[in-house]
């Protein structure tokens, strides 16, 4: 069962246009971030957060940035969007943000950049 | 650096046949472990988790023990079925500094009928 609701499910769009994709989570949960899934499915952070405090940010590109107004919701932007940003977005949560913890996946946002 | 190692990229078998997907990490001190799968259209689901040495964790029929020995999360399972067809992956949790979760590279597994 989806707790975590992504949109839009997908969008195309040209180089150089800002998007934005939206994030919401029903857990409850503390900690949200954003995953890359490349076109080898290749997983890679992008951000996480936690009670509106960046935590990790894994040598993203500026042009993105996530916006959280609180713990339910993270959006990502792209300012400026590139060829190479063509991929699937995947947000998650988490209870806390520690070591054991699972995370659960949104259905992600296809993003193609013509 | 830390980092998961999934050996195979694909891998095709036919229903009823033995399932073993190779994982192998490299981090200090006793990362948690994971699997996740992932079906099309959706994002990756928690399978199951180990924390500790010689921890076994199972969940739908697949199983895979933690082993620091040999630094492996092995996934196996006795008998596929065609719904098993999915990615699979591996994951390390980070503890270090700030908590990550670091997947690899993910195993396609098609079950044919």
């Known amino acids: 069962e989806t707790a975590v609701f992504q949109t839009p499910n997908y969008h195309v769009t040209q180089v150089g246009n800002e998007v934005s994709f939206n994030c919401k989570q029903t857990?409850?949960?503390?900690?949200m971030y954003w995953y890359k899934q490349d076109s080898k499915k290749l997983l890679k952070i992008m951000f996480s957060?936690?009670?509106?405090?960046?935590?990790v940010n894994e040598t993203v590109p500026r042009r993105f940035s996530p916006q959280s107004s609180d713990k339910a919701h993270l959006n990502l932007r792209i300012k400026s969007v590139e060829p190479e940003d063509s991929a699937v977005y995947l947000c998650?949560?988490?209870?806390?943000?520690?070591?054991?913890?699972?995370?659960?996946f949104g259905h992600g946002t296809k993003l193609s950049v013509l | 650096g830390d980092s998961v190692t999934q050996t195979e990229g694909q891998v095709a078998l036919s229903e009823e046949d033995f399932l073993t997907i190779h994982c192998n990490y490299s981090?200090?001190?006793?990362?948690?472990l994971f699997w996740y799968v992932q079906y099309p259209g959706e994002g990756p689901q928690f399978l199951f988790r180990?924390?500790?040495?010689?921890e076994k964790g199972s969940s739908r029929g697949f199983e895979a023990t933690y082993d620091k020995g040999t630094t492996s999360f092995h996934l196996r399972k006795a008998s596929v079925q065609e719904s098993d067809s999915a990615v699979y992956y591996c994951?390390?949790?980070?503890?270090?500094?700030?908590?990550?979760?670091?997947f690899g590279s993910g195993t396609q597994l098609t079950v044919m009928p």
């Open positions: 994951a390390l949790g980070l503890s270090s500094g700030s908590w990550q979760l670091i």
């Open positions: 957060y936690n009670n509106k405090q960046l935590i």
């Open positions: 180990a924390s500790r040495d010689k």
């Open positions: 981090a200090s001190g006793y990362p948690a």
């Open positions: 857990l409850g949960h503390d900690t």
């Open positions: 998650a949560s988490s209870l806390q943000g520690v070591s054991n913890e699972r995370l659960f």
